[in-house]
């Protein structure tokens, strides 16, 4: 997990309750990370009511430092990244019992009309035994959706390419591929974020409707 050790956090705390959909709630924190001559206001999630105390505890350790905002932090001179111009957000996708479903987002401002989006994502059942190591702690798309297999969502990954005119690894979205694809749930859409294949990360946002994939 990131090692925040070298960023001087400057913050304020803001909580507000989410969702109640779930035994659980979602808290919305903030702080600003300032290194160099870089100031990049984050949001991140932060989770209450778990029985697990020391589980809520890393849970709630691995959502802060989850986005890559401590990459642009210690780049700023590197990059000429300037005030205001990098920030991170989320949003909460689904928050059930046994699904919470994260979309993390690291916003670019690029100039006056263009802005880059940068995705991560985490997908969890809060309540269920694991070992909290990265790699392990988050639920695999076949634990949700019965009988998944990674070519169900190739067409989709493919028509996006081509429509697009948007290089993607399609061999990531082959079944039996063992590819790292950062994926997302709602009540409604399988999500996949492309351009990121082997990593942890996605430029673009799919949705593919779930009532689809059964």
């Known amino acids: 997990m990131k090692n925040l050790k070298y960023i001087l956090i400057i913050g304020f705390l803001i ?6 959909n779930a035994e659980y709630e979602i808290l919305k924190r903030t702080k600003i990370i300032k290194k160099d ?16 105390k020391v589980k809520m505890g890393k849970l709630n350790e691995i959502f802060e430092d989850y986005a890559e905002h401590e990459y642009y932090a210690h780049n700023c001179k590197k990059t000429d990244i300037k005030k205001n111009q990098v920030s991170g957000n989320y949003k909460i ?13 690291t916003l670019i401002n690029r100039g006056r009309t263009k802005k880059d989006t940068v995705y991560h994502s985490l997908v ?17 798309p076949n634990e949700i959706i019965p009988n998944f297999e990674r070519g169900m969502i190739y067409p989709y990954i493919q028509k996006y390419s081509s429509k697009n005119n948007d290089y993607v690894n399609l061999i990531a979205y082959e079944t ?6 950062t994926w997302a749930i709602s009540e ?18 799919i949705e593919i409707p779930l009532n689809e994939l059964k």
Do not use: A, M, R
Request: some cysteine; hydrophobic content about 35%.
């Open 15 to 20: 909580y507000g309750c989410e969702s109640k």
């Open 37 to 52: 001559n870089c100031e990049i206001p984050i949001s991140y999630p932060e989770i209450k009511g778990l029985l697990d």
């Open 93 to 105: 996708l689904l928050q059930t019992d046994s699904i919470l479903s994260i979309e993390f987002q």
């Open 124 to 140: 969890i059942n809060p309540k269920q035994k694991d070992t909290l190591k990265v790699g392990l702690l988050g639920i695999e």
């Open 176 to 181: 039996g591929s063992n590819y790292v694809i």
């Open 188 to 205: 409604k859409n399988f999500i996949v974020y492309v351009g990121g294949e082997g990593e942890w990360f996605g430029n673009k946002k």
